[in-house]
């Protein structure tokens, strides 16, 4: 390019040249302007006509005025101004103030500072809810997201825009947002209660079909937040698998692509939903994807492994648990349990899968923990592979120091009741009775007699389930038990003429025999049952077993006569069988006895055998003063108590009621509850149906006449000076004050003359208490 003249370098236009000769007026807000004679050193003038009093005077008066100003630098006084809108001069306080005008004219930075904090100030608020709904993770990963998306696309959003959809469906929607909004607030990031995970649900469910027509207005977002609720993993969302599933075709349906966990969760809920095919075949798919990730590789495989068990195809489960052992990737050794589980219930395959067992073990060495070994006892026993459980079971127990496996001969320490008992007391109390009872068997088979206490146990836990099978089980186990003592008692009566030192013992394939226990749970039983005749084909074996009874059997038995309806002859039974085998009573005796009373049996009392009644009730009172020792300890049961404080107030026992209420209070230190005293008051065993009928009146009437006695004895006590004006009566005052409110209304019931005395000193000495409880007194008021 050829060099451009000097003339041509320097050249100007003229309408460049009339611009430049043009003055530019000077924005207002740029003048910061100082007075000309400030900026110039300060000299000293000549005031020839001031005095030099008047001179300093005058700077004074400058100074005042805030004219002279002292420089920081050179002791220079600077006046600085600002020219605002509409040419108007303002003066700045000083130098600092003059450096902020240059720097933010109009005070326009300052404004847009405080916007600028507000905009943080929502943008804070905003990620306090995203944490509250999502946590701190699920808000991370929302910002990556979106710091990934192209600017031009849609913002995300947390709720669904409601007014996309038609009036028909916008009610879904909105009840839809209701409730995200709801668990924002209320959860804060954890996992909703159930309730709420069902409402969620609940709403979700209903606007399916809205969502259906419009997939497109559904951000990804709401799908993550449907899917951390309503997929959490926790105790309060049980139907967890059946949510995935129906997420997951929704999400697939919508365009949303599903996370790599996500996947593997999809396809395990519609396995578990049923759709088993569609499972495994969708699993396949993934398995150049997932299962060659290093990030998933074990957990798909694994979930491959569990499919293939469940459904029995022990071919490619064998395969894909090769495919695991042989990755080098790092899996918890306890992904092979399913497999066993597989193995052990085919015994095609026990054997391989014992093989497992030792190579889990081998894997797992010192962290191997109780439960897994239960766990895995537990497979073999429930496909009755017992003795692989026992091989098991004895590593467990030794340490791995004892191996069973091609052994002749089991150790004594192994072989024994007592460490089998030890095995079966932990099935027992883990609830799994099958295994137990297959533990039984095996011991049977291999000549070790049980003890009759583990087996009891196992017939109480049958018992106790109260299932069908179970019972019918405990049933022939405990009758199985009583013939071996049957057989016992036979041979032993054979042989009383052999020589004294000849010993009986249990040995073999047989039961142990039974004791008392076994008698009385299959006693207790029957009385629940209400099976009175199993109940005296027991009570004649046992009578024939040579076994001497307890109360608890005894009462089993009573109980049983009474509910068969032959409560008549409860009493002389009870008296027959504690003279025969001199049995105690104990409180469940005396309390079968009072309900077999005949005014405790019967709808309506004959009037001719009303006497004899009253008779009979005051004396099995008397034999309850006799037994009052085996009340020491715990108190006399207010049920009982309840029971015979109404037999005496049904025959009328006017006199024998009292008494009785008085011996319960001293001799049984027994103190009726509110209840019981309101029931005397009312005259009824049952105030919700006196309630309902004509007796409600006189329910209202006693209730207020105690509510009343309590107020008075509360003011007596206040002004003898026991309580405080403000204190309230405290609870074991009020229980006193309340049975003596109930003594006072029995005494008062009966109507005081010449033989009153007689008649209570009569009916004292028929009920055992002639000197033991005080005689008649005048009631006071109440």
Partial sequence: MPPRPLLVENFICRSCLSTLRKKTPTAQWALRRSSSQATQPLASPSHSHLSRDQEVERQKTLETLGLLKESKDNGVSVN??????????????????????????????????????????????????????????????????????????????????????PPQDRTHIVQLNNMIRTIGRKHRGGVPNQKRINSLWKYYSAARIALSKKWESVHADIWDLLWQILAADHANNPNRMSHIHTLAKDMQKAGIPLRDDQQLLAIEATFISGSREEAITAHKKLVTTLGATPETFSE????????????????????????????????????????????????????????????????????????????????????????????????MMTSKTVDLRGAHKVPASASSPFFYGKWLKRLIGAGDLQGAYNVLLHMKSKGVMPQAIVVNGLIGAWLRSGAADNIQKAEEVAWAMINARMQFLGIRKDMQNLAAFVRLRQYGEGWPRANLETFSLLAENYKDRGVH??????????????????????????????????????????????????????????????QALSVNRLVQMPPGQLLEEISKTRSLFAEMVRSAHIFAAGGIDTQLARYILHSFRKLGDEFGLLLAYRALRQIFKFTPPDIIVLELHVGSMDLERTGKGKGGLRLMHAGKQIEDYMK???????????????????DDVKQRELGNFLEALLQSRITEDENTEELLTQAAREMGLHGEVPSFETSSGI
């Fill in 712 to 730: 008075r004895r509360h003011q007596e006590l206040i002004a003898s000076g026991q309580l405080q004006a403000d204190d309230d009566m405290p």
């Fill in 300 to 395: 798909f495989w694994q979930l491959g492994l569990r499919m293939y068990c469940l459904i029995g195809d022990i071919a490619r489960a064998e395969r894909v648990v090769n495919t695991l052992l042989e990755s080098p990737y790092e899996r918890d050794p306890r992904f092979l349990l399913p497999f066993i589980r597989m193995c052990a219930e085919n015994p095609a395959t026990v054997e391989k899968g014992f093989e497992l067992y030792q190579r889990l073990r081998s894997a797992l060495d010192n962290s191997i923990t109780i439960e897994d070994y239960d766990q895995i006892i537990s497979y073999f026993l429930a496909s009755n592979q017992t003795e692989f459980a026992f091989y098991i079971f004895v590593e």
């Fill in 80 to 165: 600085y101004f600002e020219q605002g809108k509409g040419g108007k001069l303002r003066r700045l306080r000083d130098e600092d103030e003059f450096g902020q005008s240059l720097m933010d004219p109009d005070g326009q930075m300052e404004l847009r500072l405080r916007e600028m904090e507000q905009e943080l100030e929502h943008a804070t608020q905003f990620t306090k809810i995203v944490e509250e709904i999502w946590g701190k993770q699920g808000a991370e990963k929302l910002r990556k997201r979106v710091e990934s998306q192209d600017e031009s696309l849609p913002k995300s959003s947390l709720l669904l825009p409601e007014e996309d959809w």
């Fill in 533 to 594: 005749k199993k109940m005296e084909e027991l009570w004649t074996a046992f009578r024939q077993a040579e076994i001497a009874p307890n109360s608890f059997m005894l009462n089993q038995l009573l109980f049983s006569y009474l509910q068969d309806g032959q409560g008549k002859h409860v009493a002389s039974l009870s008296r027959d069988l504690t003279n025969q085998f001199q049995v105690e009573p104990d409180p469940w005796t005396f309390l079968v006895l009072w």
